[in-house]
Every structure is written in C-alpha cells, then in structure tokens.
Nanobody, 115 residues
Framework: QVQLVESGGGLVQAGGSLRLSCAASRSIFSINRMGWYRQAPGNQRELVASIGIGGRTNYADSVKERFTISRISAKNTVYLQMNSLKPEDTAVYYC?????????WGQGTQVTVSS
C-alpha cells in the first residue's frame, strides 16, 4: 500500500506555470507506474502523464510539449511541471500509483487557469 499527498495547485493566468508534487508514504523505487490524472466538472477522469520504473513517460496529446512528469525516488516524490497553461487545463489533478493489482489515489489538488 501507499498513501499519496498532492500539493502545488492554485490559480494561475493563462500562459503561466505550476509545479505539482506528489509525496508518497513509502519508497517509489519499485512502483510500476506513477501518474497524474485530472478531472474537470462534468468530465471523466483522464490520464495526463505517467512514468514507469525505467523512466519511460507517456503524455496525453493535449499536454505534450507543455507538461513534464518526473520521479525522484530519493525523495519518494513525483512531479508534474506544467508550462504554457490554458484555461482548458482547469481541473482537479490526482496523483496515481499502480501497484498491481491495485491503483492508489491522492486526494487531489485544484488547478485553475484564468483567461
């Protein structure tokens, strides 16, 4: 099991940047995949970015070239650097850890991008 705590959300103007952090309660070195998802009002939760043990990353088309996911095992933390933010990036962002067969979620952090 693992507990996840997100931080770093907030209100930012379009074109601005934010960095989200996800602190894990245990070592993330052996966690198969960690990722960030988001959910806007009325929408389903969607994958934003994920990163595997070997550092392989995957991004939603809508955030490629703008967002960067990274995992620092020594800090038990996963980051999501978000640049060139757009109003459509407004959502609650959730950290996720895949430890088969279970998925673990944080409580979410709100990101609001004003136009």
């Amino acid at each position: 099991q693992v507990q996840l705590v997100e931080s770093g959300g907030g209100l930012v103007q379009a074109g601005g940047s934010l960095r989200l952090s996800c602190a894990a309660s245990r070592s993330i070195f052996s966690i198969n995949r960690m990722g960030w998802y988001r959910q806007a009002p009325g929408n389903q939760r969607e994958l934003v970015a994920s990163i595997g043990i070997g550092g392989r990353t995957n991004y939603a088309d809508s955030v490629k070239e703008r967002f960067t996911i990274s995992r620092i095992s020594a800090k038990n933390t996963v980051y999501l650097q978000m640049n060139s933010l757009k109003p459509e990036d407004t959502a609650v962002y959730y950290c996720n850890a895949l430890i088969p067969p279970d998925n673990y979620w944080g409580q979410g952090t709100q990101v609001t991008v004003s136009s």
